[in-house]
T-cell receptor, first 115, second 111 residues
């Protein structure tokens, strides 16, 4: 059984629309993250949450908003979508953020295509 | 400038050969290094971690760390076609921040 569930697996969106990417982890981890990977850029850190608190935000745009309704849940809302947002978005989790116990488990990703 | 730099960008290794990958942090405040492997179309999976100076071996994989030079390397011996993948180096930094990944090395093992 997958330990980190990301939904949907694939998403096609129209420019200017809004989408929510879902992530749930069943590892009992306390830290969760969003990363983005595209052909143009390497695996790029976006957000980190620890114990449901936003710890770090490395996205330049306010169009990306993380939402954590439960400890094991971290969604990503993207508004006013642009073709440049096309990428695979990975959710990850770790026991804690930082330190030797912060090795990550990644979800299978959501492939977003903005047309 | 990328905080975690990897080289080479890509590598072709004959089956049964040795692959050597490098990773350096440009920030001296690095705490720990990890190596992840990502097969095409899949998510990254943790391969090995190294926290202390020296060498660590797990099967065909060996990792070296030189903290003074902020450098780690991954060596794959007896390379197999299933080792063909993107290898990502990640580092964590003081202050408990999220992992920063390098651009990766694409390894192709030719039969």
């Amino acid at each position: 059984d997958p330990k980190i569930i990301q939904k949907p697996k694939y998403l096609v969106a129209v420019t200017g629309s809004e989408k929510i990417l879902i992530c749930e982890q069943y590892l009992g981890h306390n830290a969760m993250y969003w990363y983005r990977q595209s052909a143009k850029k390497p695996l790029e850190f976006m957000f980190s949450y620890s114990y449901q608190k936003l710890m770090d935000n490395q996205t330049a745009s306010s169009r990306f908003q993380p939402q954590s309704s439960k400890k094991n849940h971290l969604d990503l809302q993207i508004t006013a979508l642009k073709p440049d947002d096309s990428a695979t978005y990975f959710c990850a989790s770790s026991q804690v953020q930082g330190g030797a116990n912060s090795d990550y488990t990644f979800g299978s990703g959501t492939r977003l295509l903005v047309i | 400038q990328q905080k975690v730099q990897q080289s080479p960008e890509s590598l072709i290794v004959p089956e049964g050969g040795m692959a050597s990958l490098n990773c350096t942090s440009s920030d001296r405040n690095v705490d720990y290094f990890w190596w992840y492997r990502q097969h095409s179309g899949k998510s990254p999976k943790m391969l090995m971690s190294i926290f202390s100076n020296g060498e660590k071996e797990e099967g065909r994989f060996t990792v070296h760390l030189n903290k003074a030079s902020l450098h780690t390397s991954l060596h794959i011996r007896d390379s197999q076609p299933s080792d063909s993948a993107l290898y990502l180096c990640a580092a964590s930094y003081q202050g408990g921040r999220a992992l920063i990944f390098g651009t990766g090395t694409t390894v192709s093992v030719s039969p």
